[in-house]
């Protein structure tokens, strides 16, 4: 499984983003896609996650901010965050897992100035 992240970008506080994740190779195995940060100095951290049924997960920090959502073809997910804050600022990872492995995108940044 391949995955391309886009979207990201520089933001001020208050606005909001799409980012997309575009999934290609065996994207009919993916059991759970989600979107995980990684801040400067900081840990890897969970966003949201999205199981093939549709259930959703969310970090308390950005509920009610942020909407996962992920095509029925599963080949593309989604990340709508709104209200954005400074704390937002990371490197969004878009993720797959397959079969209990973990696949990872690039990265793509965003940046929220207060």
């Known amino acids: 499984v391949q995955l391309v992240e886009s979207g990201g970008g520089l933001v001020q506080a208050g606005g909001s983003l799409r980012l997309s994740c575009a999934a290609s190779g065996s994207t009919l195995s993916i059991n759970v896609m989600g979107w995980y940060r990684q801040a400067p100095g900081k840990q890897r951290e969970l966003v949201a996650t999205?199981?093939?049924?549709?259930?959703?997960n969310y970090a308390d920090s950005v509920k009610g901010r942020f909407t996962i959502s992920r095509t029925n073809a599963k080949n593309t997910m989604y990340l709508q965050m709104n209200s954005l804050k400074p704390e937002d600022t990371a490197v969004y990872y878009c993720n797959a897992v397959v079969s209990w492995i973990d696949y990872w995108g690039q990265g793509t940044q965003v940046t929220v100035s207060s």
């Open positions: 999205i199981t093939t049924n549709g259930r959703t």
